[in-house]
């Protein structure tokens, strides 16, 4: 059960490093997208914008989720009882 334990922490903590890392690059690079001139931006550059920006939201989600999971920390299962 401690190993089990040790190993949720562990994978919910790549997890938040990982999708708050997402929801900051993808905010940024999602805005820049979006901000380019309508005369020089590439005809991919709206999607994917949508795109990015999607995925930063749900990595917002994701990311949450994985830290709410740190925090519980499973305190209702004791592996002692």
């Given amino acids: 059960m401690l ?10 903590a790549v997890g938040v490093a ?3 890392s997402q929801v900051g690059i993808g905010w940024v690079a999602s805005s820049a997208l979006l901000d380019l ?5 590439p005809a ?3 999607p994917a914008a949508v795109v990015i920006g999607a995925s ?12 709410v ?6 305190s209702l ?3 002692w009882s």
């Fill in 3 to 12: 190993r089990r334990r040790s190993l949720i922490v562990i994978v919910a």
């Fill in 18 to 20: 990982t999708a708050f």
């Fill in 37 to 41: 001139d309508d005369g020089c931006a």
């Fill in 44 to 46: 991919w550059a709206d």
């Fill in 56 to 67: 930063a939201v749900v990595a917002l989600f994701v990311g949450l989720w994985c830290l």
């Fill in 69 to 74: 999971r740190i925090v519980s920390n499973d």
């Fill in 77 to 79: 299962e004791r592996p």
